[in-house]
Structures are given as C-alpha cells and as structure tokens.
C-alpha cells in the first residue's frame, strides 16, 4: 500500500519561531500533498493543495505568510510555520495523492505545541 | 458542493455488543465514501471504502459498511466491539476524478466500555 510519513511526530516550540514539518511519499510519486489541520475533538480542516513545482492553492481564511508550503519535489512536502504563535498549536495531517490511486493517502500527523 | 453528516457525535457501547455509527451525505454526483479511524494523537487510518460495485463493503478490524443510494447513507457497522476500538471515526466523501480531496463528518468518538 501507498505510506506517507511525516517529521517530526510531535515538537514544542517558543512563539515567535518557525516551525518546519515535512511529509514524504515513501513508494509512490505525490503529485498533489494536502496539509490539515485538526483542533481538539473537531475533524480535520483542508488549509492548501500543493502540486508539485507550482504555488500552493490556500483555503479561505488561511494566512499564506503564516503557512508556507513547499512541494519541491514528488515525495516531499513541506509546511513551515512562521512566527508560531500559542494558537497555531494544534494537530497537522498532511496526505497525498499519486496519479493511478482514487483516494488520498494520510500522513501520521505533527502535534506542535507553541510557548 | 458535497457535504457530510455524522450524526452521532459520541456512541457509548459495552464490549462484545453490536453498533453502528451513521453517516448521510449529499452530492449531486457520483461518490466515493470512506470511513477513517483515528486513535489519540495518531493520524488517519482507512477502514474501508466505496467505489463502486457491491454496495456492502469490508473493512480492517471486523467493520463493514453498506451504501444505500436512495438514502444516500453509509452508515459504519461491528457486530462485537473490542474495547481497542475506543477512537474516532471520521466518514468522508469525494467525488471521483481530479484530486480526490474528500470532505469529512465531523466526526463520532465511540467509547467501548468493559
């Protein structure tokens, strides 16, 4: 089967740094990564599509600057919070999508707690 | 536009009982239906889908859900509970084609008690 990964699984951070989470497509070629986000007892909330060597398309309400995604390459993926806040905590999925699967395929998830 | 409702948002069972968690969907075309179970501080793992075909679909742990065009349901079922089942369970929906974003329930928490 298709198997995303994501790093790291949990980290904590001082507000006011970045934060980098990477997910990678271990045995098949992404040509399309989403990147979720999940707040306690809620279920999961579309923030970007990425395909590959293009910008990222964002959902409504989801700040571009704060929320940098890069998707350089086939198998990775990254989403880099800028300026983490303490309300940027909160539980990040990412998933992908290859050209001869009809479903999405989703990560572990990034607990990231911001001081 | 697609939308999905879980209607139950927690379901208590004793362990070795039946149960059922509920999703109905809208869409005005076609879909693809997936169940998704979550445990604590874990990402999503995929139970069972729906693609086409038989409309009673099996799935890991001993689930098994039926989809019912007409009432446009895809309701999730276990005939015996363990209490490792305790987790969340997410029914998602997306349409064939492009992408295959899917659009999720918000989700049913269900407690498996000894």
Not at chain 1, 38 to 66: H, I
Not at chain 1, 87 to 108: K, L, M, R, V
Not at chain 2, 79 to 93: K, L
Request: contains cysteine; hydrophobic residues 35%; glycine residues 6%.
């Amino acid at each position: 089967g298709a198997v995303v990964s994501q790093h790291p699984s949990r980290v904590i951070c001082k507000s006011g740094t970045s934060v980098k989470i990477e997910c990678r497509s271990l045995d098949f070629q992404a040509t399309t990564m989403f990147w979720y986000r999940q707040f306690p007892k809620q279920s999961l909330m579309l923030m970007a599509t990425s395909n590959e060597g293009s910008k990222a398309t964002y959902e409504q309400g989801v700040e571009k600057d704060k929320f940098l995604i890069n998707h350089a390459s086939l198998t990775l993926s990254t989403l880099t919070v800028t300026s983490a806040h303490p309300e940027d905590s909160s539980f990040y999925i990412c998933s992908a999508h290859g050209q001869s699967y009809n479903e999405q395929f989703f990560g572990p998830g990034t607990r990231l707690t911001v001081l | 536009a697609q939308s999905v409702t879980q209607l139950d948002s927690q379901v208590p069972v004793f362990e070795e009982a039946p149960v059922e968690l509920r999703c109905n969907y809208s869409s005005s075309v076609s879909v693809y239906l997936f169940w998704y179970v979550q445990y604590p501080n874990q990402g999503l793992q995929l139970l069972l889908k729906y693609l086409s075909g038989s409309t009673l679909v099996k799935g890991i742990n001993g689930f098994e859900a039926e989809f019912n065009k007409s009432q446009t349901s895809f309701h999730l079922r276990k005939p015996s509970v363990h209490i490792s089942d305790t987790a969340e369970y997410f029914c998602a929906v997306s349409e064939p084609g492009g992408s295959y974003i899917p659009t999720f329930g918000r989700g049913t928490s269900l407690i498996v008690h000894p």
